[in-house]
Nanobody
């Protein structure tokens, strides 16, 4: 299993930007597809973005397309989520997740980082 630690959350005004980071432990980071999820109060956790083990095929939920960018630096065992043009509805706890590249489900999760966007 890989251990994940998120950072970079905070309070930002609408229209602002934040970059989330997720540092992974272990020496097999390149074996894992990585994803970002979020959970707002009273709502179910939802998929936000994902990237393949080799940095390819980035995918996004429709509501963040054109505003968020997922990337990874395999040399640093880190995945990022650059969030621009933030909206109040982006307010949530953001979680980093990993899945072994041949698996369908994410099996390792970080503790989450709070993102709050004020109007």
């Amino acid at each position: 299993q890989v251990q994940l630690v998120e950072s970079g959350g905070g309070l930002v005004q609408a229209g602002g930007s934040l970059r989330l980071s997720c540092a992974a432990s272990g020496r097999t980071f390149t074996s894992y597809d990585m994803g970002w999820f979020r959970q707002a109060p009273g709502k179910e956790r939802e998929f936000v973005a994902a990237v393949k083990w080799n940095g390819g095929n980035p995918s996004y939920v429709d509501s963040v397309k054109g505003r968020f960018t997922i990337s990874r630096d395999n040399a640093k065992n880190t995945v990022y989520l650059q969030m621009n043009s933030l909206k109040p509805e982006d307010t949530a706890v953001y979680y980093c997740a990993a899945r072994y590249h041949i698996f369908a489900e994410y099996h390792s999760w970080g503790q989450g980082t709070q993102v709050t966007v004020s109007s």
